[in-house]
């Protein structure tokens, strides 16, 4: 199916006639315009051209009448009160067979008519025009309308915990398992009715019974796994809020609030160290630390009184070795001419040497002084600078302490946003055992789902073996009871089947749209419930919560389109603010991946900020035909103009038109 026109006369800020053709040969229609300018509006014309009362846009409004919904829709500027919305498509683009429906209604009268019109090829169709409805069904199925036609606002609302009912309800008619449902209760209706004139009136009558039960059962078990997913939802929406309370808490200054006697009793702790730290300070500059002003000082002293004291040393060895020397002359009444030459001559080397005694200190003081240079100073120096450390740190400490004390808090806020944490908390409190609660009665009725499912085959067992096949009747209820219990055999094999081709389908469109390829590896669904399952490369379950709001739309863009090439019809796709939510890398997977392949013609609703410059220059070889909503603000109406954005510019720096 391809849109060829749309024509909308006085139809919401539509005035007059406005008309548009789409006769590109690419597959991506763009029409861009500001907010409010009629991009919504536009495609409630197409499902309102379609479905008429059907459409959902219509059900998802606040009219409670189809007339009023019309009526209010009438563009009153040329005073005619007169309206319609007109659709040109063709159902194979291979051919040129053409349909036309037009919708037409005036808002003048006290109750609101539409007449409607079908054309075929240009000729007036009376059995289309008395039976649209059922043809369009044949088409497409309202029900599965939003899967082509849909809003990007609204995708975000479908990234649920869990599959909503609704959808449930609309995969299972795509995926044509919904049928078998119809004819299950349809025989069912069928048995009933003969049940009545048959023998066994009684024995069908109490299976009638059972087959209730059981189907009460099967549906208050549905109501409580929707109870359990409601909940479920509730908690994390709940746990979000304490998160952001807290947040708030936190950033009003409610940490300090609450840990305010901790940093006092902190700040005396490190206040203490400090003032010990400047004492053990003071102690060690009171002894010896000041001589590391003079440390080179000393040193020279130290060497000179060295130098000082071998002098003095050689000098007392000269005087004692002449002693000597004249001792042993006398006593040996011998020459002693070379040992005192060898005196003489050490002596005389001293001499040249030519020590000045300057400090002339004592052995002690030359020991205390080598001390004081190779020992004490390096170690006083090292308890300063531990001492010193010691209290830098802990000044830093308190000072960041005093900071945060010093913060001006607002404690009228602060006590609002804690009540309101307690309240929450108290809430998730409730939701919890609400939980728990609704779990352990889930399991009670799964038993009793179980027990009557149980019964009711065991019954209708019972039953069939006795009934005798000699009456229609009798032949009729067998052999219905029968097929029922083929198609419901038939029927969970079948879902499973197209579930699992439709989860295989939505994994490989999930991975061509998804930056992080990394995050889920494979799509599994759920073959009874149609839950979705995401897992990671490893096999292990990804949390839905986890996934950003953005990554949650991208999933459900990925369901649409898996479920629109499993269905295999050829329809138009149709987005209305395609972008929202959603980061640039998000942006370009569907504007590179998802716009020209999602079908044959893809019609895009965009603002200039979400479709900008960039993104246009990326696309812009898949458009065929481009369109922009302008709006009259002296008249208050929309016209429409071809090209996208015509004559405006670009800032590239924001990305906005100027």
């Not at 007059?16 to 991506?28: A, R």
């Not at 040996?332 to 005389?348: E, H, L, P, R």
């Not at 607002?410 to 809430?427: G, T, V």
Request: hydrophobic content about 35%.
């Amino acid at each position: 199916m391809i849109i060829t026109r749309l024509s909308l006369k006085n139809f919401g800020v539509y005035a007059g006639l406005n008309t548009f053709e789409f006769n590109g040969s690419k597959p991506i229609v763009l029409i861009g315009g500001m907010n409010g300018r009629g991009k919504t509006t536009f495609l409630e014309a197409v499902l309102l051209a379609l479905y008429g009362a059907n459409s959902f846009a219509y059900h998802e409004s606040k009219y409670k009448t189809y007339g009023q919904y019309l009526k209010a829709y009438v563009n009153t500027a040329d005073n005619s009160l007169e309206a319609y919305v007109e659709l040109e498509f063709k159902l194979d683009p291979t051919t040129n067979e053409r349909y036309l429906i037009n919708r037409s209604w005036s808002g003048a009268g006290q109750r609101t008519r539409e007449k409607i019109v079908v054309k075929k090829d240009g000729e007036y169709s009376v059995f289309l025009t008395d039976n649209w409805s059922l043809f369009v069904e044949n088409i497409l199925p309202s029900g599965l309308s939003n899967f082509f036609f849909f809003d990007g606002e609204k995708i975000a609302e479908l990234a649920v915990e869990n599959t909503s009912t609704q959808m449930k309800e609309s995969i299972k008619a795509l995926l044509g398992v919904s049928v078998l449902d119809v004819l299950e209760n349809d025989l069912s209706r069928i048995i009933s009715k003969v049940a009545k004139n048959s023998e066994n009136h009684m024995a069908t009558k109490e299976l009638d019974l059972l087959r209730d039960k059981k189907n009460q059962a099967d549906v208050a078990l549905q109501l409580s796994d929707e109870r359990l997913r409601e909940i479920g939802s509730q908690i994390e929406e709940n746990q979000k809020k304490i998160e952001k309370a807290r947040l708030d808490y936190s950033s009003k200054g409610g940490d300090v609030v609450t840990q305010r006697q901790d940093l006092f009793t902190q700040r005396s702790t490190l206040k203490a160290q400090v003032d010990q730290g400047k004492e053990q300070l003071i102690a060690v500059s009171a002894g010896e630390l000041p001589l590391l002003l003079v440390k080179d000082l000393i040193s020279d002293i130290y060497w000179q009184a060295q130098k000082e004291h071998e002098a003095k040393i050689t000098g007392y060895a000269i005087e004692k070795m002449n002693a000597m020397a004249k001792d042993y002359a006398l006593a040996n009444s011998a020459a002693i001419g070379s040992v005192k030459d060898f005196i003489d001559f050490v002596q005389k080397k001293s001499q040249e040497e030519g020590i000045e005694f300057i400090y002339d200190i004592s052995d002690q003081a030359l020991y205390l002084i080598g001390s004081l240079l190779n020992n004490k100073l390096i170690k006083e120096k090292g308890e300063a600078l531990r001492s010193m450390a010691v209290i830098q740190k802990n000044q830093a400490k308190i000072n960041e302490i005093d900071s945060y004390l010093s913060v001006d808090i607002d404690e009228n806020a602060l006590s609002k946003i804690y009540k309101q944490i307690k309240s929450l908390e108290a809430e998730s409190i409730d939701l919890q055992v609400a939980l728990e609660a609704e779990e352990k009665k889930r399991t009670a009725l799964h038993g009793e789902a179980i027990r009557a499912s149980s019964e009711y085959s065991k019954f209708v067992e019972e039953l069939l073996s006795n009934l005798e096949l000699n009456d229609d009747s009798d032949r009729i209820i067998k052999y219905a009871h029968q097929a029922n219990s083929i198609l419901e055999a038939y029927k969970i094999r079948l879902q499973e089947r197209k579930v699992g081709v439709l989860a295989k389908t939505m994994t490989t469109c999930y991975k061509k749209l998804a930056n992080k390829k990394n995050l889920i590896n494979t799509i599994e669904m759920d073959a009874k419930t149609l839950d979705f399952i995401y897992r990671n490369s490893d096999g292990y379950i990804v949390p839905k919560e986890s996934l950003s709001a953005g990554e949650k739309q991208l999933m459900v863009i990925s369901l649409l389109w898996a479920l629109a090439i499993c269905s295999k019809k050829k329809l138009p796709v149709i987005i209305d603010t395609p972008l929202s939510r959603m980061d640039s890398n998000h942006r370009i997977s569907l504007i590179t991946t998802y716009f020209p392949n999602a079908s044959d013609q893809t019609i895009i609703l965009s603002t200039d900020s979400e479709i900008d410059h960039n993104y246009y220059e990326l696309m812009k070889d898949n458009v065929g035909d481009e369109y922009t909503l302008e709006y009259d603000d002296d008249n208050k109406r929309s016209t429409i103009t071809r090209g996208y954005f015509l004559g405006e510019k670009y800032d590239n720096k924001t990305n906005q038109t100027v």
